[in-house]
């Protein structure tokens, strides 16, 4: 009878330990045991496939992670690095329930728990890339430079005058109109007058911190660089 006894008593306590170890794994492990609720992991989940940009903030970047726990090693994304969120995933230690998994936009992936993302959000992780308006000028300065091309390769002007014109170098022998094209307008024009009908009609153009150019009849018949240097 003792033996017995003895035996349901230990039965009892493998049941108890069992029931308590698996109620300790699901509540280190399981999303659903986390202490996020159905709503909160709804919520964090609206996060998945967005992209963002990693920045400094005073000095404070994102830590990220090679696997979905603290002990993984580290690293640092590089400055204004694109990064995707692909995933939230299960963490591997008691210390954070979730992690999401990020694709930077050099190809390597990695993990930074939701606690460390959301507070890193709007200061070290961006939703707006910091070099968007940059990059919109850059292609619109792209966009019209092409334009120009096509337009001074559609002029009827010798290939020499176009290569200047494509390089914005004045040269001698240049008419008005292909030294605007090249140059610009001028900062100042300046007409000579000259007592001597046979030196022609003469005029100046000045550009700020550039060359003046000297026309005769219409004519680029001198070029006189900022440092003095006349053509």
Not at 95 to 124: H, M, P, Q
Request: some cysteine; glycine content about 8%; proline content about 4%.
């Amino acid at each position: 009878m003792t033996d017995g006894w003895n035996l349901l008593s230990f039965q009892a306590r493998v049941h108890t330990l069992f029931l308590f170890l698996s109620a300790l794994f699901c509540l280190t492990t399981g999303f659903a045991a986390s202490r996020f609720t159905e709503k909160q992991l709804e919520a964090l989940e609206k996060y998945v496939g967005k992209t963002y940009w990693a920045v400094a903030d005073e000095g404070r970047r994102a830590h990220f992670f090679s696997g979905p726990s603290p002990s993984a090693s580290s690293f640092l994304p590089e400055p204004k690095e694109s990064l995707k969120i692909t995933a939230m995933v299960q963490g591997s230690a008691q210390r954070a329930a979730a992690y999401y998994k990020v694709k930077f936009g050099s190809g390597r992936e990695g993990y930074i728990d939701v606690d460390s993302f959301l507070g890193e959000l709007n200061l070290t992780l961006l939703t707006v890339d910091p070099d968007r308006g940059q990059k919109i000028r850059a292609a619109k300065e792209a966009q019209e430079e092409e334009k120009r091309e096509a337009r001074i390769r559609a002029q009827p002007w010798p290939e020499h005058v176009k290569k200047a014109v494509l390089n914005r170098q004045a040269i001698l022998g240049m008419d008005m109109k292909e030294a605007r094209e090249a140059l610009g307008k001028p900062n100042s024009v300046v007409k000579i007058n000259n007592a001597n009908p046979l030196m022609g009609e003469q005029e100046q153009w000045i550009y700020d911190k550039g060359p003046v150019l000297s026309f005769t009849n219409g004519l680029l018949a001198r070029i006189q660089t900022a440092g003095g240097k006349a053509e």
